[in-house]
């Protein structure tokens, strides 16, 4: 364990109080907020007891009995610098590591962990971006009624027509606009793993924080949205350092079809994503190994290729007190993953519950499976021993789906503030049927204004 318990769940409960009380007495919640500040912070302690490993390799999941804790505290703040045109900065300060420093499952167990750990607190930017909208309203009927927006955290309050576009410039993570569900996409406040909370083969751009420089197109016309995106992505893949220069990049699109089952909101997306840059063939790694009698080795053997991939997510309110979900996702698994994780397939599904029928309204129960799959590609590149972003044990001579069930509370204990239980049951992590399985016990911690 770290030393950082104790003063991150101080934080955690202190933090968000005064930057509510300065937004609150900067605006007029009756007109549109020409400006806001707002806060979160969010602890995790994650622990696992021993598991059976008849051996390990050097990205395995750690058999022994372990814990590790996370901590982040960030600062939302947002302007208007003219109409309908707005600008988003994010600071965050971030501690603690992941179990096994990030490592040992596809479906990595913490959304809140980062691929880069530290002992002491660290300042990064993870947004700086502009919003421009355009209101469909102003051309007359086009637009539709008008919406309010509630203030949140990178969104300032007011209203815009229903049909709009939006455009978003400079640096934040895909999936802040693609693959959103409302049931399992927020790590601070639902579901923990990765391959829950976003669609496990979307190997979307970004640094080992998650996030990166480009732009994305929202066109919303009553019942559908389509949404297109440009991204750099990693010098190299799983990098600290963005490309910037977009010679190596991502394109996606995800068009989104909303509707009502008995007055019940829903909605189907498929998002489409394809990658270009420097990535390793896995046939091509394991033929090398095998000719210089070494593991392979994706980093000397890197071409400038593509690997497209697809995702479809749905999500239906069943009623005003619980919904569903499911997400279904593959990719190319003859190349290297180059940014998210080695999964090549995946499907999951889950339920989230309000806690109305037992007297607590704002708590939430949710539960959810995921079944994460590899390509034969890249099975036999695991299997001679080489290593990915998050797996690789040294060898898989049996390989099994990597299939996980995780479960939440959400316990509302004031306004803005939440504490989680979470478990989570990976059967075979990293795919490799000789090791685990694997219980995961998690505490969240989480206040926001």
């Known amino acids: 364990m770290h030393s950082v318990t104790g003063l991150s769940v101080l934080a955690v409960l202190t933090v968000a109080a005064p930057l509510s009380a300065l937004a609150e007495a900067a605006q007029d ?25 008849p051996y390990r390799g050097a990205n395995s999941l750690d058999p022994g009995s372990r814990g590790n804790e996370t901590f982040d ?24 590591f992941g179990l096994s420093n990030t490592l040992g499952a596809a479906g990595y167990l913490s959304g809140e962990a980062y691929k880069v750990g530290a002992n002491w607190p660290y300042l990064r930017v993870p ?6 909208t355009f209101d469909l309203g102003d051309l007359g009927d086009l637009g539709g009624e008008d919406v309010v927006l509630a203030p949140a955290a990178n969104q300032l309050g007011g209203t815009r027509a229903t049909d709009n576009i939006i455009v978003t410039l400079g640096k934040f993570s895909p999936t802040d606009m693609f693959d959103a569900n409302r049931y399992a996409h927020d790590p601070r406040a639902d579901f923990f793993n990765w391959s829950i909370v976003d669609s496990g083969a979307f190997d979307y751009a970004a640094d080992a924080w998650g996030y990166s420089y480009g732009g994305a197109a929202e066109w919303t016309q009553a019942w559908w949205t389509l949404r297109l995106g440009a991204f750099n992505l990693s010098r190299v893949p799983n990098s600290r350092f963005l490309q910037r220069d977009f010679s190596q990049f991502e394109l996606v699109a995800e068009g989104e079809m909303r509707e009502t089952i008995d007055n019940h909101p829903g909605s189907i997306k498929l998002l489409g994503f394809v990658n270009r840059g420097h990535m390793a063939d896995y046939e091509r790694a394991v033929t090398a190994g095998l000719l210089t009698n070494t593991t392979p080795d994706t980093a000397t053997l890197r071409d400038y290729a593509s690997r497209p991939g697809f995702a479809l997510n749905v999500e239906q309110q069943i009623d005003s007190e619980w919904g569903v979900f499911v997400r ?27 806690g109305t029928d037992w007297g607590r309204p704002e708590d939430v129960f949710g539960i ?28 898989l001579p049996h390989y099994s789906s990597e299939d996980i069930l995780e479960t939440y509370y959400r316990l509302s204990v004031v306004e803005g503030v939440a504490v989680s239980f979470d478990y989570q049951y990976v059967a075979h992590p990293a795919y490799n049927a000789d090791r685990g399985p694997v219980s995961a016990f998690g505490l969240r911690v989480h206040a926001e204004r």
């Open 29 to 53: 919640t009756n007109a549109p907020e020409d400006y806001s500040l707002h806060g979160q912070s969010t602890f995790v302690l994650q622990y696992h007891p021993g598991f059976h490993s």
């Open 73 to 96: 505290a960030a600062i939302f703040a947002s302007a208007r610098l003219w109409r309908q045109t707005e600008a988003y900065l994010d600071v965050e300060a971030d501690q603690g």
């Open 368 to 395: 959810a499976g995921v079944v994460n799959g590899l390509s034969r590609s890249a099975r036999d590149y695991f299997a001679a021993g080489g290593l990915g972003i998050l797996i690789g044990d040294g060898r």
């Open 328 to 354: 279904a996702s593959f990719n190319d698994g003859t190349k290297e993953a180059y940014e998210f994780t080695e999964i090549n397939k995946s499907l999951a599904a889950g339920a989230s519950f309000a």
């Open 127 to 132: 947004r700086l971006f502009l919003r421009q």
